[in-house]
């Protein structure tokens, strides 16, 4: 099972634009059900980091919202593709503007 853009959840969603909450929350069941079942005994996290947490999202997740510096490894790429798309306003030029600090985690060369 892969998590990010899952089909049924993707769905749950349009049914929640929609209006239709019940639908919604039927598909959102439907998908955390499956989550459950496959992940019980599997590692879902989708963290690179080595850490103490890795797979619990409930302490991490309170954690970062503890501290507030930053948000927990794997909701970067979620926010990233918002801040990207609205980067593309200004022709990404924020990009000229940011330091990224070194313990962020880097592509490798090639």
Do not use: W
């Not at 998590?3 to 039927?26: C, T, V």
């Not at 439907?30 to 850490?51: G, I, L, M, T, V």
């Amino acid at each position: 099972m892969i998590i990010e853009n899952h089909p049924k959840e993707k769905e749950a969603m349009e049914a929640f634009h929609r209006g239709d909450r019940q639908e919604g929350l039927r598909l959102q069941e439907e998908f955390a059900a499956q989550f459950r079942r496959e992940y019980q005994e599997k590692d879902h996290c989708s963290c690179k980091k080595a850490c103490r947490y890795h797979g619990n999202c409930k302490e991490c997740v309170a954690i970062h919202r503890a501290h507030q510096e930053h948000v927990p490894n794997c909701m970067r790429p979620i926010i990233n593709q918002k801040l990207k798309l609205l980067s593309e306003l200004t022709e990404h030029t924020l990009a000229y503007e940011i330091q990224p600090p070194k313990e962020i985690l880097r592509k490798e060369d090639r």
